[in-house]
Protein backbone atom coordinates (compact mmCIF):
# COMPACT_ATOMS: atom_id res chain seq x y z
CA UNK A 1 0.00 0.00 0.00
CA UNK A 2 1.32 3.65 -0.81
CA UNK A 3 1.06 6.33 1.15
CA UNK A 4 1.34 10.17 -0.18
CA UNK A 5 2.35 13.25 2.29
CA UNK A 6 2.58 16.40 0.93
CA UNK A 7 4.36 19.47 2.72
CA UNK A 8 5.64 22.82 2.36
CA UNK A 9 2.40 24.24 1.15
CA UNK A 10 1.66 28.36 2.91
CA UNK A 11 0.70 32.09 1.98
CA UNK A 12 2.75 34.13 -0.47
CA UNK A 13 2.38 37.72 -2.17
CA UNK A 14 1.31 37.91 -6.15
CA UNK A 15 4.34 36.95 -7.84
CA UNK A 16 6.10 34.83 -5.43
CA UNK A 17 7.10 31.89 -5.67
CA UNK A 18 6.42 28.59 -2.96
CA UNK A 19 7.50 24.67 -3.51
CA UNK A 20 5.77 21.78 -2.13
CA UNK A 21 6.81 18.22 -1.69
CA UNK A 22 5.09 14.93 -1.74
CA UNK A 23 6.90 12.09 -0.21
CA UNK A 24 5.48 8.66 -0.95
CA UNK A 25 5.99 5.35 0.84
CA UNK A 26 4.89 1.99 1.64
CA UNK A 27 4.98 -0.26 -1.65
CA UNK A 28 6.50 2.33 -4.47
CA UNK A 29 8.01 0.37 -6.47
CA UNK A 30 5.15 -0.19 -8.72
CA UNK A 31 4.22 3.45 -8.96
CA UNK A 32 4.38 4.55 -12.60
CA UNK A 33 2.77 8.19 -11.97
CA UNK A 34 2.44 11.23 -9.59
CA UNK A 35 1.20 14.12 -10.07
CA UNK A 36 -0.36 17.54 -8.33
CA UNK A 37 -3.87 18.40 -8.60
CA UNK A 38 -5.53 21.26 -6.65
CA UNK A 39 -8.83 22.16 -5.68
CA UNK A 40 -10.17 25.68 -5.70
CA UNK A 41 -12.56 26.87 -3.80
CA UNK A 42 -16.30 26.01 -4.63
CA UNK A 43 -14.16 24.30 -7.84
CA UNK A 44 -13.91 20.92 -8.81
CA UNK A 45 -10.59 19.41 -8.54
CA UNK A 46 -8.08 20.24 -11.33
CA UNK A 47 -4.71 18.67 -12.73
CA UNK A 48 -2.08 20.86 -12.27
CA UNK A 49 0.96 18.35 -13.58
CA UNK A 50 1.78 14.70 -13.72
CA UNK A 51 4.95 13.55 -14.27
CA UNK A 52 5.67 9.57 -15.35
CA UNK A 53 8.67 7.50 -13.98
CA UNK A 54 10.19 8.00 -17.30
CA UNK A 55 10.11 11.47 -16.77
CA UNK A 56 7.93 12.27 -19.03
CA UNK A 57 5.64 15.62 -17.74
CA UNK A 58 2.29 17.14 -18.54
CA UNK A 59 1.12 20.50 -17.56
CA UNK A 60 -1.96 22.46 -17.39
CA UNK A 61 -2.31 25.17 -19.45
CA UNK A 62 -2.35 27.49 -17.22
CA UNK A 63 0.33 26.88 -14.67
CA UNK A 64 2.45 26.30 -18.25
CA UNK A 65 6.08 28.25 -17.72
CA UNK A 66 5.32 28.63 -13.93
CA UNK A 67 5.23 25.58 -12.46
CA UNK A 68 7.72 22.59 -12.74
CA UNK A 69 7.08 18.89 -11.40
CA UNK A 70 9.89 17.29 -10.67
CA UNK A 71 10.66 13.91 -8.65
CA UNK A 72 13.40 12.20 -6.75
CA UNK A 73 12.77 8.23 -7.52
CA UNK A 74 15.68 7.00 -4.75
CA UNK A 75 13.65 9.46 -2.91
CA UNK A 76 9.99 8.83 -3.73
CA UNK A 77 9.65 12.27 -3.65
CA UNK A 78 7.96 14.58 -5.93
CA UNK A 79 8.18 18.79 -5.98
CA UNK A 80 6.43 20.90 -7.62
CA UNK A 81 8.30 24.14 -7.95
CA UNK A 82 5.62 27.10 -8.60
CA UNK A 83 6.75 30.67 -9.69
CA UNK A 84 5.35 33.77 -10.43
CA UNK A 85 2.17 32.86 -8.08
CA UNK A 86 -1.07 34.53 -8.72
CA UNK A 87 -4.64 34.67 -6.32
CA UNK A 88 -5.99 32.29 -8.87
CA UNK A 89 -3.50 29.83 -7.62
CA UNK A 90 -5.10 29.47 -4.70
CA UNK A 91 -6.10 26.23 -3.23
CA UNK A 92 -5.87 22.96 -1.44
CA UNK A 93 -2.78 21.15 -3.64
CA UNK A 94 -2.58 17.03 -3.84
CA UNK A 95 -0.43 14.67 -4.63
CA UNK A 96 -1.36 11.72 -6.00
CA UNK A 97 -0.95 8.13 -7.77
CA UNK A 98 -3.05 6.10 -10.28
CA UNK A 99 -3.44 2.25 -8.99
CA UNK A 100 -0.09 0.79 -9.16
CA UNK A 101 1.55 0.15 -12.44
CA UNK A 102 -0.94 2.31 -14.52
CA UNK A 103 0.54 5.13 -15.83
CA UNK A 104 -0.62 8.83 -16.13
CA UNK A 105 -3.96 10.18 -16.35
CA UNK A 106 -4.94 13.69 -16.54
CA UNK A 107 -8.43 13.36 -15.13
CA UNK A 108 -8.20 13.31 -11.12
CA UNK A 109 -10.63 10.18 -11.29
CA UNK A 110 -7.60 7.77 -12.41
CA UNK A 111 -6.18 8.31 -9.27
CA UNK A 112 -6.95 6.38 -6.49
CA UNK A 113 -3.94 7.07 -4.11
CA UNK A 114 -4.58 10.72 -2.47
CA UNK A 115 -2.59 12.83 -0.22
CA UNK A 116 -4.34 15.16 2.92
CA UNK A 117 -3.48 18.12 0.71
CA UNK A 118 -1.74 21.27 1.56
CA UNK A 119 -3.08 24.92 1.72
CA UNK A 120 -1.38 27.26 -1.07
CA UNK A 121 -2.74 30.88 -0.35
CA UNK A 122 -1.62 33.80 -3.08
CA UNK A 123 -2.36 37.20 -1.99
CA UNK A 124 -2.57 40.18 -4.36
Known amino acids: QVKLLESGGGSVQSGGALRISCEAS????????MGWFRQRSGMEREGVAT???????SYADSVKGRFTISQDNAKNTLVLQMNNLTPEDTAMYYC??????????????????WGQGTQVTVSS
Open 26 to 33: GDTDQVRC
Open 96 to 113: ASPPPGSWCYWAPSGYTI
Open 51 to 57: IGRDGRT
